[in-house]
């Protein structure tokens, strides 16, 4: 689970954000790990990228692919009018088809550019995980790892008036036993190393592939009896006691824990990740600390409370 030292030796250290007035334009980092990525092929389709503190106005944006020695592999412009612009927000339109395939195993770059400058970047990693000697499917195989197990955030339902946190998280093909295609889950909210939360024994399953954007709640300890009727852990109980909380994703079938998120609470508030801040340096790193609504209807944002696995 240490990836991100490998990653961040490859980032592009030279290169700067331009210097604009107000905050700097941030692509929404959600919209990057949620970029279609195909594990076996090595594809990769650029599509609903959403940039915040967008400018008014026609926006020259494009999209750049670097290997580990920083050469631009291949580059994607996106078209000067937005799909949609809510507030500080526009979701992008690549001009199409924005599809890159990758073969070669080793780190690359995901740059997005604003006027030629970078504003934000997502590191990936390519495998193989098969060399195509099999007689009877003589296919290279390839997949993906990077950010997606490096971090996860929480957004808010409401239940009777009150906020609900809910953990969205991904798992992918990687988090499975050796020669496994599914798997089950339990997410364990630990405080002083005790379980003050988890989540419903029938919330968590994942599959092969690619990894998936998982969502799931939490609730007060309780017995697979008692799981019908068990009671939802709101916010208030995430943020009533100040100290440091570790959050746990364990796999059901051998007990192996595959995330470990850590935040700490202070004054009745989960604090923030440093990069969630305004001002963050280096600013490609940058995380904007708001989601796309789930299930809405229309463009639209809320506050994620971003978190960080060990």
Not at 143 to 169: A, H, I
Request: proline residues 6%; contains cysteine; negative net charge.
């Amino acid at each position: 689970m240490r990836i991100i030292s490998r990653i961040t030796l490859v980032l592009f250290l030279c290169l700067t954000a331009p210097v604009l007035a107000g905050p700097a334009p941030a692509i929404t980092y959600q919209s990057m790990l949620n970029i279609y990525f195909h594990d076996d092929s090595g594809l990769i389709r650029f599509s609903d990228i959403d940039l915040a503190f967008a400018p008014e106005g026609p926006i020259n944006a494009a999209i750049a692919i670097t290997n580990s020695d920083n050469t631009v592999l291949k580059s994607f412009k996106f078209y000067p009018d937005p799909r949609w612009r809510e507030g500080i927000f526009a979701r992008l339109s690549e001009v199409g088809p924005a599809d890159f395939q990758i073969t070669d195993p080793g780190t690359y770059n995901i740059v997005f550019l604003l006027d030629g400058q970078p504003i934000s970047r997502l590191p990936v990693i390519l495998e193989q995980t098969s060399a195509g000697d099999d007689p009877y499917n003589p296919v290279e195989k390839f997949r993906f790892y990077g950010m997606w197990q490096v971090y996860s955030y929480l957004t808010m339902n409401t239940l009777k008036d009150e906020q609900f946190p809910e953990l969205n998280f991904w798992l992918g093909g990687r988090d499975l036993p050796e020669g496994q295609s599914k798997e089950m889950f339990q997410a364990n909210l630990k405080r002083d190393g005790k379980i003050v939360a988890h989540s419903k024994e029938s919330q968590g399953f994942y599959h092969d592939g690619h990894y998936q954007d998982t969502r799931i709640s939490f609730y007060h300890p309780h017995t697979k009896r008692e799981m019908v009727n068990a009671l939802p852990y709101l916010i208030n109980d995430w943020t009533g006691t100040d100290g440091d909380y570790s959050l746990e994703i364990v796999r059901r079938s051998d007990n192996q824990l595959v995330r470990l998120f850590k935040f700490s609470v202070s004054g009745n508030k989960i604090q923030p990740l440093a990069a969630n801040q305004i001002g963050f340096e280096p600013h490609v790193d940058f995380i904007i600390p708001r989601v796309m609504e789930h299930g809405a209807r229309k463009y639209g944002f809320v506050e994620a409370i971003w978190l960080k696995s060990e």
